[in-house]
């Protein structure tokens, strides 16, 4: 068969456009539990910032909720594809009927301990009774840790003075002694000290095995989107590598990817080295992202036991780790 001039022209020119085109994208949206600005979440700006979701063939929109049980609700209603809360966040919220599991997991320590202002009488967390003790809301995951601490102390809500004060007034008001203690973060407890004011710090899990932040999904998002969650969840998990293995250089891309930090590359990395520390860290470090099935029956029943929750769902509805290996 002999081709014509100008098909061999035409093929040498279409080919190019064959060999080089690019793969669609895919849109997710991602639901803050809290203003995206927060150091909490310097592994999300790092999977922006760095590529690692275009990388993956997506293209992300963050939006901010009121809260992880908040992000969970509208998770599992499809108003946003995947959300953020912590480890336990499911247990509270699937038995309402709302289909959203956990499907990754961002370290192996939780990310709430309590902080209280020294010279307050906090000694242990049976002192907490009596006290003005902030948490950003009631719809907030923080919120259920404080609940299941409380329990696990021997003390109930109604021991103490309880204020839901939002992200703000987490730090303001324990500047301004308002409060005597709140659950804290890392970012929250470096503010509260650089303003001068002493802390001393009470690890949740030495008596309730609560989670770090973990990334959350509607059952239904998993079924009909599964490489959409698989590539936001290894692009999250990369960049909290990132953070483990050089704060400083994540501490620098995080503040040139959120205007509000501007010159703080400094506090930035101090903050981000606690989160490595005390939330992060696992061991071993190729079970980053997992959930361990024993802690979420061990929490399920304790909130169960403690009447946090009214009723349990099988473990295995609470979370997925079919999205953490590569």
Avoid at 46 to 64: C, D, S
Wanted: net charge neutral.
């Amino acid at each position: 068969m002999t081709l014509s001039r100008r098909a061999i022209i035409g093929g040498l020119l279409a080919a190019p456009a064959i060999h080089f085109a690019k793969a669609a994208e895919e849109k997710v949206v991602y639901l803050f539990p809290a203003p995206s600005f927060l150091p909490a979440f310097v592994p999300h700006h790092l999977a922006q910032k760095r590529g690692y979701f275009t990388a993956a063939g997506l293209i992300v929109e963050f939006r901010t909720g009121r809260g992880g049980a908040d992000a969970a609700t509208q998770v599992a209603a499809g108003n946003a594809d995947v959300g953020g809360g912590v480890g336990e966040t499911t247990m509270i919220v699937r038995p309402n009927g709302l289909e959203v599991r956990g499907v990754a997991l961002l370290g192996a320590r939780p990310i709430f301990q309590v902080a209280a202002r020294k010279g307050v009488g906090i000694k242990t967390l049976a002192d907490l009774r009596g006290k003005k003790v902030g948490v950003i809301g009631y719809q907030d995951t923080g919120y259920y840790a404080l609940l299941g601490t409380l329990a696990a102390s021997g003390l109930k809500r109604e021991d103490l003075q309880e204020r839901a004060v939002g992200s703000a007034g987490m730090t303001q008001l324990m500047i301004a002694k308002s409060l005597d203690a709140i659950m804290t973060t890392p970012d929250w407890s470096d503010a509260i000290e650089s303003a001068g004011i002493a802390l001393d710090y009470f690890p949740i899990d030495a008596v309730f095995p609560a989670m770090a932040q973990a990334v959350l999904a509607s059952d239904s998002i998993i079924k009909k989107r599964p490489g959409a969650v698989r590539g936001f969840v290894q692009a999250i998990l990369h960049g909290v590598r990132d953070c483990m293995e050089d704060p400083a250089s994540a501490a620098r891309d995080f503040v040139a990817a959120v205007p509000q930090h501007a010159g703080k590359e400094a506090e930035i990395e101090r903050i981000l080295r606690r989160y490595v520390a005390d939330c992060y860290h696992t061991e071993p470090l190729s079970d980053l992202g997992r959930f361990d099935p024993e802690r979420l029956r061990k929490v399920q029943q304790f909130y169960l036991d403690n009447k946090i929750i009214q009723t349990a769902v099988p473990v295995g509805d609470l979370y997925t780790n079919d999205f953490i290996g590569s």
